[in-house]
């Protein structure tokens, strides 16, 4: 049975820079400023699809401490994340380092996921055999097994390829 994750820092809210590596205004900022941090482009575009490939055997792992984790169940509801994409609401799980997405990995079974870093993506390998490495990167990394999106539209594409069919956006 095939399982997505996917990551919510960088991957399902856009970053501050240009470069799509700073966050600071979600992480370093107030409440407020979290929940104007848009979402990624074209994720709401997306990811509806493949919860429905996946029949919505999706989980979001993100590592964050209490502090943002709090502002990230903020910026889900405010977004309406669950309603729009099809993913059940408790299918988020938060760990306090990024090694240990590889555990949840695990437990739940997920055969693909989608991160915005190579150190997590490296953590999975064995773990997950999909793995995405998600967004603009500092420089040109591939991360052991994994394969490069730079988007979303390319991460819907190079996921459903993967399960063997067209995304539909």
Known sequence: MQKLGIDIGRVLIAPDAPNGRADTSFIGGTLADALATPPYLGMFDVVPSLVQRFEGRVWLVSKAGPR????TRHWLRHH??????GIPSVNLRFCLERAQKAGHCASLGITH???DRPDVLDHLEGVVTHRFLFGPQRKPVGSRGAE??????AAGQAVMARLGGPVTA
């Open 113 to 115: 996921f989608i991160d």
């Open 68 to 71: 943002v984790q709090e502002k």
């Open 148 to 153: 490069a999106v730079i988007d979303w539209q």
């Open 80 to 85: 309406r994340f669950f309603e729009r994409t």
